[in-house]
C-alpha cells in the first residue's frame, strides 16, 4: 500500500521514574510511573530517543467508515471494528458523573493518568481473578449500560468492569500504544469520553513503518472498538491530543471462556451478578 503521508516517530527510550515526593502545580503527590512509562512529573530533562521510525498518517473517516491519509495521497482502506455514537451523554449527565467521580479517590496510574477501577482485582500475568471486593459498577452507570444496549452493536453488552481515566495537560498524561487483555476481557471496549475532544490513535506495523490512524472521539461520545480495531490495531491516547482535562469510562464484557458453556462460566456468572447490581465502590 502506497502511503506518502509521512513523519518519523521517535519512541521514547527507558526513562527510570523517581518517585516524587514534592507536591505537583496540581497539588498530586507522587507519580506512579514504572518502567518506559512516564509523565511530566518524573521527566526531568529531555528524554533520549531511538532512531526514527517512519509512520504513515491516516484519519478515521466516521461517515465512510474507513481510514484516508491525511494528505490524499495514498488509497482509503477499510477499518472495521470502530463504532462511533456522538452525544451519547447529555451535558448535564456529563457533569454529575464526573461530579461523581471526583467525590470519590483517584489512585495515581501510569504516564500521569488517574484511575478508578470497578471491578475484579486480576492477575494477567497469572490468569487469577479475585472477587473478594468487587462490589459492582457504579450506581449511575445502570443508565448507561441500558442506553448502550438500545443499539443493535451492544444490545448484548453485559459488561463487568468499569475503570475511569483522568487526562491533564499538565501532568502530561497519555496512554501508550497497546492491546487490551484478551483472556478475561471480550469482544467489546466501550470508552465513554468525557469533558473534552481528543484522539484515539490505532497503530499498525507496517514493514519498517508504522500506519497510524487518528480517530476523533468527540466530547460526550461513546466508542466502541471490536474485531480489527481491537485484536490487531494498538490504541493510544498521545499526549498532545489531550489539551483540556478529559475523564473517561471504559466499559469491559466477559471473554467466551467466562460465559456459558466456558471453562470458568461460574466465576464469570458470580462477575456478572455482583457487576450489574450497580452497588459499586472503586477498589
Ligand atoms: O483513554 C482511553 O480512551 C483508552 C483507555 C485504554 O485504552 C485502556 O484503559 O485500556
Ligand atoms: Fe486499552
Known amino acids: 500500500m502506497a502511503a506518502p503521508c509521512v513523519t518519523n516517530r521517535a519512541t521514547v527510550s527507558e526513562t527510570v521514574c523517581e518517585t516524587v515526593s514534592a507536591p505537583g502545580a496540581d497539588g498530586f503527590v507522587v507519580c506512579a510511573c514504572k518502567g518506559v512509562r512516564s509523565c511530566l512529573l518524573c521527566e526531568k530533562g529531555p528524554t533520549q530517543t531511538e532512531p526514527a521510525q517512519i509512520v ?7 461517515v465512510e467508515k474507513r481510514a484516508v491519509c491525511a494528505d490524499g495521497r495514498a488509497a482509503p482502506f477499510a477499518l472495521p471494528g470502530i463504532f462511533l455514537w456522538d452525544d451519547f451523554i447529555t451535558a448535564q449527565e456529563e457533569a454529575e ?96 469520553n468525557m469533558l473534552s475532544d481528543t484522539t484515539l490513535t490505532l497503530s499498525l506495523p507496517q514493514g519498517e513503518a508504522e500506519l497510524q490512524v487518528a480517530v476523533p472521539l468527540r466530547r460526550r461520545s461513546l466508542l466502541v472498538l471490536s474485531g480489527p480495531a481491537r485484536h490487531v490495531w494498538k490504541h493510544a491516547i498521545h499526549r498532545d491530543h489531550i489539551s483540556q ?10 471473554s467466551k471462556e467466562f460465559l456459558p458453556g466456558g471453562a470458568q462460566a461460574e466465576l464469570g456468572s458470580q462477575l456478572l451478578h455482583t457487576a450489574l447490581s450497580f452497588s459499586g465502590e472503586p477498589l
Open 97 to 192: 458523573l464526573v461530579s461523581h467521580m471526583d467525590q470519590d479517590t483517584w489512585t495515581l496510574s501510569q504516564s500521569g493518568r488517574r484511575k478508578q477501577d470497578f471491578g475484579p482485582k486480576v492477575n494477567f500475568k497469572k490468569k487469577k481473578v479475585r472477587v473478594a471486593h468487587f462490589s459492582g459498577l457504579p450506581a449511575l452507570s445502570r443508565r448507561l449500560v441500558e442506553r448502550m444496549q438500545q443499539d443493535n452493536t451492544l444490545c448484548d453488552f453485559a459488561p463487568v468492569e468499569q475503570c475511569n481515566l483522568d487526562y491533564r495537560p499538565e501532568r502530561g498524561a497519555h496512554i501508550e500504544p497497546h492491546l487490551d487483555d484478551s483472556w478475561l476481557w471480550g469482544e467489546r471496549l466501550v470508552t465513554v
Open 56 to 62: 504513515h498518517h491516516y484519519e478515521y473517516d466516521t
Open 245 to 254: 482535562r478529559r475523564v473517561c469510562s471504559t466499559f469491559r464484557e466477559l
